[in-house]
């Protein structure tokens, strides 16, 4: 079957650095996406990898493993504005999106 | 302001009452998506269409329907709720001729159904 495994929670200190990692089992490839989703509101796009490797975007980094089926968001220099759920999903061979639970990280001063 | 727009923004249902959705977007993209989101849960697809005039299932469709009458909107029905479709349901738009396929997401409808 199809699924998307990532921690359920995580805290980190404002100023300081966090991965979320993520794996997936997906039937076929299309990429892995990164979405940011404040309490209350919609998820909005950080981040897609679809080759292996780590693409940077300003204090958001994400990794990409196809081999091992892992991926993971890397955020600099954390602000409390960061304190959200991080969505990770995977694209199937269909290009149809399937989604982790989410990562709720919580920031603390 | 270009993007996509649900309503209601919150409802309360009495189970059994009929109810449809709405979204519209103005950013002309090919796809459209319905999802549903509850606590401890991803997202899960109910019903997606590709392009205007097609309709497809996704993981969860039982209960709902959905018309793509035009490229902009994209209701999404509930012919007789349940208590069980309580839950913030979430339309996303995509250009799937983009590489990213990214999705752009409207701000969620709150439904409850007692």
């Given at each position: 079957g199809q699924n998307i495994?990532?921690?359920?929670?995580m805290t980190a200190t404002e100023g300081a650095i966090v991965q979320i990692n993520c794996t997936y089992q997906t039937s076929g490839f299309n990429g892995l996406f990164w979405y940011q989703q404040h309490a209350g509101e919609a998820p909005t796009f950080l981040s897609y990898n679809v080759l292996d490797g780590l693409e940077e975007k300003g204090r958001f980094s994400s990794f990409l493993s196809r081999s091992?089926?892992?991926?993971?968001?890397?955020?600099?220099?954390?602000?409390?504005?960061?304190?959200?759920?991080?969505?990770c999903?995977?694209?199937?061979?269909?290009?149809q999106l399937i989604w982790g639970a989410g990562t709720k990280l919580i920031i603390k001063p | 302001i270009?993007?996509?727009?649900?309503?209601p923004t919150s409802q309360?249902?009495?189970?059994?009452?009929?109810?449809t959705l709405r979204c519209t977007q103005?950013?002309?993209?090919?796809?459209?998506?319905?999802?549903?989101?509850?606590?401890?849960?991803?997202?899960?697809?109910?019903?997606y269409s590709n392009t205007a005039?097609?309709?497809?299932?996704?993981?969860?469709?039982?209960?709902?329907?959905?018309?793509?009458?035009?490229?902009?909107?994209?209701p999404l029905t509930l012919a007789s709720a349940v208590p069980s479709q309580t839950s913030v349901y979430f339309c996303a738009s995509s250009d799937s001729t983009q590489n990213t396929g990214e999705l752009f997401f409207g701000e969620g409808s709150r439904l409850t159904v007692l």
């Open positions: 495994d990532q921690p359920t929670e091992k089926g892992y991926s993971y968001l890397l955020l600099k220099e954390l602000q409390m504005k960061d304190s959200a759920s991080y969505l999903a995977g694209m199937d061979s269909n290009y | 270009a993007g996509i727009t649900q309503a309360i249902l009495a189970a059994g009452r009929r109810m103005d950013m002309r993209h090919n796809a459209m998506y319905w999802y549903r989101q509850d606590l401890g849960l991803g997202l899960r697809l109910i019903h005039g097609t309709t497809g299932k996704g993981e969860v469709p039982d209960g709902y329907s959905v018309s793509r009458a035009n490229t902009d909107d994209f």
